[in-house]
């Protein structure tokens, strides 16, 4: 029976569950008898549609019964970091004790030798080729590989927005600093409720000096969708590359990265993925891998292996193998009924709040414009003071933001989010703005 990516990757799942033969060194908590019972009880919702399923509680119960979260705190701020499922936790582990029984062995030839196999998964999961995928530690490495890597001289113009991720911006300031490059600023309203509008004022940015536009897919200030993809296919028809920060869009909303025509794709693993901390990827358009430098040298800098790009030196590779378990738990669920999940989250406390005095919302409502993260603000408050408040008198961890025009705490809920947590927290919010 054919079926949508979504339902093939989740039918794919289902099957190996059922009698797990992956590649993995560990046996997978999906091959137990837990493992089974639960992917069976998820495989039961199997028919239902993504906005279905996206209010259907009994399915994100058993979702979040694979989670260890805390239950004294409502983690409102998983955009920080994620929390991974319980298997992927165990993964890591194991293998870090398998790692231990014979460390150069098992971590360079046993452990290590499962990297091409997930460089393959991964790369279908993110809709590119596996010869262009380098996997990393996170999204500050894969950027500043670009930054750093790309072979720029002075007079040279880069285009990028106040709203990118400061270690970014960093890392731009200190290029043009060494350099001479120059970066223009393309000036963006918090919120933007019109994808043209954002689409005009980049491609108007560009001049006959422009050498690399650099886009934040999901803004982490606000939630900001940038319609990258459009720009991308603007920005390249004109001989501009496009680099795009996807630290916040990867596993959130569903796309491939192929589509988003970009020459340069950085993300972590840790946030939406829920992977274990410290792992992310590198995504290099195949015929631009032999002009970017890696930022930690290789046998031949300028060669066109992508694998070029992971001479990180010893580290704990386990960490980054337990990326599989995390995609395993992604397929069982599908990508389309995840992004469905997560903008729900945000709609229901956005839709309670949006019209309580005092309160602004800092987000778009309109479609494609956010996902599953948005910005509020009690406008009496200091948004450190609201975190505070928020924190020590009614245990919601939110995040506080304070950045140009966007002010207030960013709200960022994940699958494992229980309804009534929202709720509680809808009342809390209207009562301490009624104060
Ligand atoms: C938009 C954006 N880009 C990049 C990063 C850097 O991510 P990491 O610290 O995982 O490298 C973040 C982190 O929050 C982010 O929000």
Redesign the pocket.
Known sequence: MPGTRNQMDRRNFLAKAAGFTGTAVLSSFWGTAQGVQFSAELASKENRNPTQLATDETYWEAIRKAFTVSEEIVNLNN???SPQPKVVQDAVINYYRLANELPSYNLWRKIDGLREPLRTRLAALAGCKPTELAIN???????ETVIFGLPLKAGDEVVLCRY??P??IHAWDQRAHRDGIKLKWVELDVPMHSGKSIIDRYISAITPQTKLIHL?????WTGQVIPVGKIGKLARKMGVEVMV?G??SFSHIDFSVAKLHCDYF?T?L??WLCAPFGT?FLYVRESKISKLYPMYASLDPVGGEIQKFEHLGTRSLGTEMGIAEAIDFQEMIGMERKAARLNYLRMVWMDALKDTPGIRILTSNKPNMSAGMGLLDIEKLDPAELHNTLFNKHQFLVSPVNYHQARGIRVSPHIYTRINEMQRFIETIQKIAAR
């Open positions: 955009g920080g970091a530690r996170n999204a500050t490495e894969g950027l990118d991720y270690s970014m934040t897919h999901i803004m982490n920060d630290a916040h950085a972590s840790h946030k992310g």
